[in-house]
């Protein structure tokens, strides 16, 4: 997921420590509706720094088979993977100058936008639904 907003980099960078980070995403995923985190099925929910050098943007990414891709050959296959990164989700949020609540929201967004991924959700509905 890349940020929402055309921003800037402005070179200043919200501080925040990974820990707390990364509280914030389990306090997201805590706000997941459990009938949904139920139907969740082998993924694995990550904080990085950075993303790969090629999208230095990118908020949130999801690698893995959807569920409503998923068929018989599905079985003894390593987690899906959702990936949540801190370093560019600060930069945006300190560009739109922001506090410690846009990037609760920011982080927000940014896991259920991942998890509808999960789902078998595109990017064309999640952006009409306002998570993208």
Do not use: C, K, Q, S
């Not at 914030?24 to 969740?40: F, G, H, K, Q, S």
């Not at 064309?124 to 639904?129: C, D, F, G, S, T």
């Amino acid at each position: 997921m890349r940020p929402r907003r055309g921003v800037a980099d402005n070179g200043r960078v919200l501080e925040m420590t990974r820990e707390d980070f990364e509280e914030l995403v389990a306090e997201a995923l805590d706000r997941i509706p459990p009938e949904l985190t139920r139907l969740m099925d082998n993924v694995a929910v990550f904080v990085e720094d950075e993303p790969p050098a090629g999208d230095p943007e990118l908020l949130g990414l999801y690698e893995g088979t959807p569920l409503t891709e998923r068929g018989e050959w599905y079985a003894g296959v390593l987690p899906d993977r959702i990936t949540v990164y801190r370093g560019p989700t600060l930069r945006f949020v300190d560009a739109e100058g922001g506090d410690r609540e846009l990037v609760v929201e920011e982080v927000e967004v940014t896991v259920v936008h991942e998890i509808a991924h999960h789902f078998g959700i595109d990017d064309e509905r999640l952006h009409a639904l306002g998570y993208g």
